[in-house]
């Protein structure tokens, strides 16, 4: 590619038989650095027709082929599949490899960058003579976090998003940290584009000694120190890696408008948006946020759609060891395929088609649950499900219940009496809960996301050992559960819990897990416990997350410990659990109980936990309920 600015004077190459052109670009940035780009259109002279431009940002490879662009079942299309559907409907489509990454120069540093380097790009695309003045951002992801920081920058020219599974309200609070607690998927992810970076293609040896990584010997081996990382033989890597690792209070770090949208809406274009997540994705606070501010704070329209998947799998029934039906998937429900869903909304946003009354509802959400419990051909348990419409989340059907939690293990509507009444355990560092499922997505080898029977833990699972028991018969997890429900309840919204704790710690973390148990059948002797959402706090950030502050051995504090929304049907004959321990690994970096920043300890200490559950202690899970109280009878 040659260095020009401009376009017109930039190769332009058919392909499909000459159905669809695409020309090499070098977008200039504000400091000099150049990205590279493909400008798609279904002409060799895209000049002769301004249209409106999709955008899509990426660090995974212009022209690669992801699994996440998947268009129905078993249909996985070409970048160059995407962009002619799109420009067969009068788009220019425009691909671009972020800073660092592809053939991009400049030097990648995660996530903080890219507002900037959005805003430029947006801008120079405006000025061509190909684009109408109208930019539209798309992408799963990473290109959808690129979204959020063109936005959050105020970009103009910006004048609709389409952001699946990403772009952050707070990455303090989903995506890189939750309740103070570091997401180490953030590790693993940089160790698989370290293998497929730049400087990795063009040094054999770097290439050859990051494939040999050893992932799950190095994540024994925590807390890394610079130079002694399983990124050593690449600094730039290894360098944004503990820099995130090390910045564990909020502060200006997670200010950066990248990171953080909640603290910039004002700043993002009053356009159209479409927010499309799913539960077991570790995006769902962000999108939810996202979307309920937007709709909030702009005239145009937000719109939010959250389905049963792990992370980009639209087109899947099933997540985990768990299905949820033919009726689970985007494709052949909400649309006839994922670019077609897309288009219909692109023409929508941008007024060169009206929805039909009821046509497109601010709120699609996928209700889980209702199956029939039993084991289907592929060995996975149907769960079952439906999609549901609403104008708002929490769903409008839809009010808070408070559920309390008793030292016998129950879980009941009716709030303590006993004057004195807690649980105590005993939480080793060195012997974490191990993670099983959940909103993981990038974690491979380590864990992998979606909905898993708590009750029977293997060999897949990282930490889980022979003889391979239910996870809450470790003795530091506390399970409470309803009794069999006379009815179906159905869930839909916040989960959160106050709990009332003491440690002997200066410092622990407390984790929750909600469950739906279902009841044993020839299938599932002893039942199948599906995890379906989690959540956890570091205890220092228990009144700020700004100003950490130390415990007082054995003083009594209320925190509250707050987990992703969710939406599932609770079948009667069946319990609505919860698990309370202290730490969830790999999915969240260990708390060492010693007061020092995970990042730099070397020392663990065993912390006694308590869990107080009394009178004037209620600790208690707070769920939102179709039907409010009565529903639970």
């Keep these: 590619m040659t260095s020009n600015d401009s376009p017109a004077a930039d190769r332009t190459e058919p392909l499909m038989g000459g159905a669809l052109w695409r020309r090499a670009l070098r977008v200039p940035l504000r400091d000099g650095v150049r990205l590279a780009a493909d400008l798609y259109s279904a002409s060799p002279e895209p000049e002769r027709v301004a249209l409106p431009v999709l955008l899509e940002r990426t660090p995974y490879g212009r022209r690669a082929q992801r699994g996440s662009d998947q268009d129905r079942a078993g249909v996985l299309p070409s970048p160059e599949d995407i962009a002619r559907h799109f420009t067969d409907a009068r788009y220019h489509v425009v691909r671009q490899d972020c800073r660092g990454r592809g053939d991009s120069e ?32 798309t992408g799963v992801s990473y290109s959808a976090h690129c979204q959020a920081a063109a936005a959050a920058e ?16 707070s990455a ?21 584009q370290a293998v497929r970076s730049p400087e990795a293609a063009a ?32 600094p730039a890597y290894e360098d944004f890696l503990l ?6 209070a909020f502060g200006d770090y997670y200010r950066n408008p990248a990171l953080y949208g909640r603290g910039h809406y004002d700043r993002f274009p009053d356009a159209p948006s479409l927010h499309l997540g799913s539960w077991y994705d570790p995006y769902v606070r962000s ?13 145009a329209p937000s719109y939010l759609v959250m389905g049963p998947w792990t992370h980009g799998h639209r087109c899947d029934t099933f997540a985990g060891d768990v299905d949820f039906g033919p009726a689970a998937t985007l494709d052949g429900n909400l649309a006839p395929s994922y670019l077609e869903f897309r288009r219909r909304w692109f023409d929508r946003a941008l007024g060169r088609s009206h929805a039909a009354e009821g046509d497109l509802p601010a709120v699609q959400y996928f209700l889980m649950g209702g199956g029939d419990g039993r084991r289907d051909s592929a060995g996975r348990m149907r769960h079952g499900g439906a999609w549901r419409t609403d104008v708002q989340w929490p769903p409008s059907t839809t009010s808070p219940v408070a559920l309390y939690l008793t030292p016998g293990g129950g879980l009941t509507p009716v709030p303590p009496t006993a004057p004195a009444a807690s649980v105590s355990y005993d939480f080793d560092p060195r012997r974490p809960v191990p993670t099983m499922g959940g909103q993981v997505t990038s974690g491979e080898p380590v864990m992998t996301g979606g909905a898993y029977d708590q009750n029977a833990p293997d060999a897949r699972v990282h930490g889980a050992t022979a003889p391979y028991l239910p996870l809450d018969s470790r003795p530091d997890v506390i399970s409470l559960s309803t009794g069999p429900l006379t009815r179906d309840v159905v869930l839909a919204g916040p989960v959160t819990a106050r709990l009332h704790i003491s440690s002997t710690a200066p410092d622990t973390d407390f984790t929750i897990k909600l469950v739906d148990v279902h009841p044993p059948n020839a299938d599932y002797p002893h039942g199948f416990a599906v995890n379906l959402t989690d959540g956890i706090l570091r205890c220092r950030f228990r009144r700020s997350f700004e100003k950490p502050e130390p415990l007082a051995p054995g003083e009594v504090y209320e925190i509250e410990v707050t987990a992703p929304d969710t939406a599932n049907r609770f079948a009667a004959g069946h319990r609505i659990r919860l698990d309370v321990s202290s730490s969830n690994f790999p999915r969240f970096d260990v708390n060492t109980n010693t007061g020092e920043p995970e990042a730099a300890a070397r020392r663990t200490v065993v912390a006694t936990n308590t869990v107080h559950m009394d009178a004037d202690r209620p600790s208690h899970l707070t769920v939102w309920v179709e039907g409010g109280a009565d529903a639970l009878g």
């Design 287 to 299: 999108t939810i946020e996202n979307f309920t501010a937007l709709q909030e704070l702009k005239a």
């Design 106 to 137: 400049g030097t990648f540093v995660k996530y903080l960058g890219e507002g900037p380097d959005g805003v430029d790009t947006i801008d120079w695309i405006v000025r061509q003579p190909w684009c109408d003045g109208r930019v539209v951002m």
């Design 243 to 248: 820099e995130q690792w090390r910045q564990d």
């Design 172 to 192: 303090y609070d989903a995506g890189m940290r939750m309740g103070g607690a570091f997401e180490l998927k953030q590790a693993t992810w940089a160790l698989r």
């Design 203 to 234: 040094d054999p040896v770097l290439a050859e000694a990051l494939r040999r990584v050893d992932v799950a010997g190095w994540f024994g081996a925590m807390p890394w120190r610079p130079g002694c990382t399983p990124l050593r033989h690449l």
């Design 154 to 169: 105020g970009a103009e020219g910006l004048v609709a998003m389409f952001q699946d599974s990403g772009g952050f309200s």
